[in-house]
Structure formats: structure tokens, C-alpha cells
């Protein structure tokens, strides 16, 4: 099925999704690679202020390239999301609506995505200048000394992904 969604996500509509669904977001996305994400679980382990609310909010583990004139964002490709394996399981704990990236994940993080009801989602790798054509506004929001790696809130429209993970238990990559 094609979903188009206007976020942030209406968790009571996830029960209708199913892996392998295609889906259009609109809205604010927040970008996230492995140095942010151990910066923001420091900042949960000191009992510290986040730079977001994590409730019903999505990440997309990417670290754009800088903007081209008149673009907000440049390249923005998804990286492999096992790489933040050791984070998510916390951050969906916390309220964490869904995550955007690549590959598969460890049974462990999967497991947490079923427990929280969560959502993983997959953008296209290798597509990272089409997936910007999505992006309407970018923003740094904290730890700009990582460059790209900071933490961007996106404004998106249409932004293409893939249901990986569905809150059943059903997974695209398991199914071949």
C-alpha cells in the first residue's frame, strides 16, 4: 500500500501498516548519525536537557552535505543504521516514534521496535541528491561541532520511504 502522511505519526494508525508499504512523510524529520546519537544518550544519562523531545518524533540517521546556492540541504543519503543499534532500543523507550536509515538491525533492537510499537523505515541508499529534492527547510539545531553530523530538524515533503519493520512483527528483509 502507499501511505501519504502528514506527521507527526498518529500512532493508532501504525496497526494498518504493514512491512513492505511504501510512504510519503511530510513534515519534521530530525537527522541523527552515531556522534549525535552518543552525545544525545550522554545528555539521557546525565539526566540533561535533550535538543528535541523525542515523543513522537522520527530520525533519520543521515549527515547531509552542505547546501548548494538556493538549496536547503545538500546530499542527504541514508547511512547504515546498525551503526546506531546500541542507542536505539533507549531512545524508543523514550518515546521515539520511528527511525529512518538502512539495513537490517540486531534482534534486540527489533524486539524494541515491536515492545514501543515503533516503526523502522528505509530511504533508497545511493540516492541521497534525490531524497534532498524532498526537503523544503533544513536546520542545525545542536552539536554543530560534529559539521554534518549535527542534528538538522528538516522541514519534508513527500519524502520517500519503505516500511521495514511494522509494529506486527513483519520484516521486508526477513521475507526477501
Known sequence: MLYE?????????????KSGDELFLS???YTARDAAHRKIYELIAQGKPLPFDLKNQVIYYTGP?????????????PTTSDRMDLFTPKLLDLGLTAVIGKGPRSAEVKASFIKNQALYLS??????????????????IAFPELGTKAVHRLTVKDFPVTLIYDIHGGDVYARG
Open 5 to 17: 502522511i502528514n506527521l507527526p505519526f498518529v500512532k493508532t494508525d501504525f496497526a494498518e501498516y
Open 27 to 29: 513534515g519534521v524529520i
Open 65 to 77: 552535505t552542505p547546501a548548494p546556492p538556493g538549496k536547503p540541504i545538500g546530499s542527504a543519503g
Open 123 to 140: 530511504a533508497i541508499g545511493g540516492a541521497g541528491a534525490l531524497l534532498a529534492q524532498a526537503v523544503v527547510s533544513a536546520e542545525v
